[in-house]
């Protein structure tokens, strides 16, 4: 199947940013979407945008961290469309701080939700992809993952561990399941609240100000690796603004 119309596709962190701006777009062109992400509020109203513009939508809360959230997260997939044809590996999280700081609970909720997320969602479909004969998996990384500066040490690393994770299973998945990676430079999304020191966050919020692209940016390279013919396989995209060093 090429295309997106028909395609039942899942997104993790689909609240908000790039996940709900994809879910959009996909649902636009004839996607059928199951969403998950923590905010099951945020999820409620996009869910209610999309049926209310035609789209067949199913949504549940979704801890990337826990490997059950997942794997609920794909047979309610099966359950309510029959397959799955995509899962987008989306939901990430960068509380960037130097090591200095010593942040280690930060450090360690990067490695869970940027690192072990992927993984946790690799465990539940890959074997409904082996079983049905076809399947995609989209994964968002960062251009964190080429190239890293100071503060953001943790983060690069989490998403260089990212894109060779998603790169390695590429070369595993043989003829019948593609692999994309799509690494986003600055979005104009909710990612610098959580950084914890006010001067980054401030210095950080005025370079995204002045340079970000809309999330729809990232959404248009997730949907043209989905919606290419199965014997196409787009394996890394980098989209960044183009002011962007």
Known sequence: MSGINGKVVAITGA??????????????????LVLGARREDRLAGLAADLRGDGAEVAYRRVDVRDRADQAALVELARERFGR???LVGNAGIGPISPLDDLRVDDWDTM??????GLLHGIAAALPVFRAQGHGQFVHTASTAAYRTVPG???????????????EGLRQEAGPSIRVSTVSPGFVATEFLKSVPDPETRASMTETMDAIAIPPEAVARAI???????????????????????
């Open 152 to 166: 953001q040490a943790v983060y690069s690393a989490s998403k260089a561990a990212a894109r060779t994770l998603t």
């Open 84 to 86: 799955l044809d995509v």
């Open 223 to 245: 949907r043209f690796a989905i919606e290419q013919p199965a014997e196409v396989d787009v394996n890394e995209i980098v989209v960044r603004p183009t002011a962007q060093g």
């Open 111 to 116: 490695i869970d939700v940027n690192v072990k």
């Open 15 to 32: 609240s908000s940013g790039v996940g709900a701006a994809t879910a959009r777009l996909l649902a636009r062109g004839g996607a059928k």
